[in-house]
């Protein structure tokens, strides 16, 4: 079993045994100190993944999508410390699980700044790093919304939004993320069913079954009945919802409207942007699909960065369920090194 130590910092630590020659993974869950400001602003809660316990020297932010929190890629992200440690035991990896605003334990922080949207949710990421001392982050992966979240934070970086201080990511990795405004007429529309579902529902909710089962009921998948289930928690004899529902559906919307093709076309020397396509997924148009082949097949200038584009078999939306072993082979595969 592994080992827990717990602190009156909130932090835990999990030692997690390992067959391979690798040390064990080790796994810190931190909820986040206030920081020098007039208002005590809170930062994000977070969870540290590493490979070895030797001394870190490259991290990697890991930010979830829409209605989701950090823990939901803790899978993913320990084989991808695993696979990275094995095949560069120079590099030790932090990968570092954020819960985004108004998501999991970051969900009710007090004093964060206003509206809720890509912009100052990509902030909030700089806050984490300037709070704690961090080194600025090499390489950051963002899924669906989380994706538009590391396209803002380093284009912010990139204009000098956080201070002179701020250092640019090596690489980002945008998973199933549309990088240009969103029209729901050309998908599925299966989001905004999800939203306009939930803000239906009886606060707070009876159970976490009835809660699947209402959802089967209407026609939602399995899958999904049983993920949004996933993001219940015990409150007394009920559950509620561990994200801030109304706040969830304004970040919604700043997603659809946000476009970063500008960033795309002249990314800043440096850095790469890798952008997976899921085979299946709905939220792609053939106009998009193309406009992201020729960028990534345009011949970079001195003063560009470089955009890489993928395509994951097999998979829809759901990239790190549908298919795991090829995202993380992708990934792995591809991922930054300073060598």
Same mark, same amino acid.
Request: some cysteine; hydrophobic content about 40%; glycine content about 8%.
């Given at each position: 079993?592994?080992?827990?130590?717990?602190?009156?910092?909130?932090?835990?630590?999990?030692? !997690?045994? /390992?067959?391979?020659?690798?040390?064990?993974?080790?796994?810190?869950?931190?909820?986040?100190?206030?920081?020098?400001?007039? $208002?005590?602003?809170?930062?994000?809660?977070?969870?540290?993944?590493?490979?070895?316990?030797?001394?870190?020297?490259?991290?990697? !932010?890991?930010?979830?999508?829409?209605?989701?929190?950090?823990?939901?890629?803790?899978? &993913?992200?320990?084989?991808?410390?695993?696979?990275?440690?094995?095949?560069?035991?120079?590099?030790?990896?932090?990968?570092?699980?954020? =819960?985004?605003?108004?998501?999991?334990?970051?969900?009710?922080? @007090?004093?964060?700044?206003?509206?809720?949207?890509?912009?100052?949710?990509?902030?909030?990421?700089?806050?984490?790093?300037?709070?704690?001392?961090?080194?600025?982050?090499?390489?950051?992966?963002?899924?669906?919304?989380?994706?538009?979240?590391?396209?803002?934070?380093?284009?912010?970086?990139?204009?000098?939004?956080? +201070?002179?201080?701020?250092?640019?990511?090596?690489?980002?990795?945008?998973? =199933?993320?549309?990088?240009?405004?969103? *029209?729901?007429?050309?998908?599925?529309?299966?989001?905004?069913?999800?939203?306009?579902?939930?803000?239906?529902?009886?606060?707070?909710?009876?159970? $976490?079954?009835?809660?699947?089962?209402?959802?089967?009921?209407?026609?939602?998948?399995?899958?999904?009945?049983?993920?949004?289930?996933?993001?219940?928690? *015990?409150? +007394?004899?009920?559950?509620?919802?561990? &994200?801030?529902?109304?706040?969830?559906?304004?970040?919604?919307?700043?997603?659809?409207?946000?476009?970063?093709?500008?960033?795309?076309?002249?990314?800043? @020397?440096?850095?790469?942007?890798?952008?997976? %396509?899921?085979? *299946?997924?709905?939220?792609?148009? %053939?106009?998009?699909?193309?406009?992201?082949?020729?960028?990534?097949?345009?011949?970079?200038?001195?003063?560009?960065?470089?955009?890489?584009?993928?395509?994951?078999?097999? /998979?829809?939306?759901?990239?790190?369920?549908? *298919?795991?072993?090829?995202?993380?082979?992708?990934?792995?595969?591809?991922?930054?090194?300073?060598?």
């Amino acid at each position: 079993m592994p080992k827990v130590l717990c602190g009156a910092t909130h932090r835990s630590r999990l030692v !997690f045994s /390992s067959a391979s020659a690798l040390s064990g993974l080790l796994t810190r869950c931190s909820l986040s100190p206030c920081f020098g400001d007039a $208002r005590s602003l809170e930062t994000l809660a977070f969870e540290e993944i590493q490979a070895s316990e030797k001394p870190v020297n490259s991290t990697a !932010f890991v930010l979830h999508g829409l209605l989701g929190s950090g823990r939901n890629w803790r899978s &993913f992200s320990r084989d991808l410390a695993a696979q990275l440690q094995k095949s560069s035991p120079s590099r030790v990896w932090r990968m570092v699980l954020v =819960d985004m605003r108004n998501h999991g334990r970051s969900a009710g922080l @007090k004093g964060l700044d206003l509206p809720h949207d890509m912009v100052n949710a990509a902030k909030d990421l700089a806050n984490l790093v300037k709070s704690h001392g961090w080194a600025w982050p090499d390489v950051v992966i963002g899924h669906s919304m989380g994706g538009k979240v590391a396209l803002e934070f380093a284009a912010s970086v990139a204009r000098g939004d956080y +201070g002179e201080l701020a250092v640019l990511p090596k690489q980002l990795w945008v998973l =199933d993320s549309v990088p240009g405004e969103v *029209n729901s007429d050309e998908t599925s529309g299966e989001v905004e069913k999800v939203l306009l579902t939930l803000q239906s529902l009886p606060s707070p909710l009876p159970s $976490r079954k009835w809660v699947v089962d209402h959802m089967l009921n209407l026609g939602f998948s399995k899958m999904l009945s049983n993920w949004i289930g996933s993001n219940l928690k *015990n409150e +007394g004899e009920h559950v509620v919802w561990a &994200f801030d529902l109304q706040a969830c559906i304004e970040m919604f919307n700043s997603y659809r409207e946000k476009s970063y093709w500008p960033l795309l076309e002249h990314p800043p @020397k440096g850095l790469e942007i890798a952008i997976v %396509q899921a085979e *299946n997924s709905d939220r792609w148009t %053939q106009h998009v699909i193309e406009r992201l082949d020729y960028l990534s097949r345009k011949e970079e200038g001195p003063e560009e960065g470089k955009i890489s584009l993928h395509v994951l078999p097999k /998979s829809g939306h759901w990239v790190h369920v549908d *298919n795991p072993k090829g995202l993380l082979e992708m990934v792995a595969s591809n991922f930054y090194s300073c060598t």
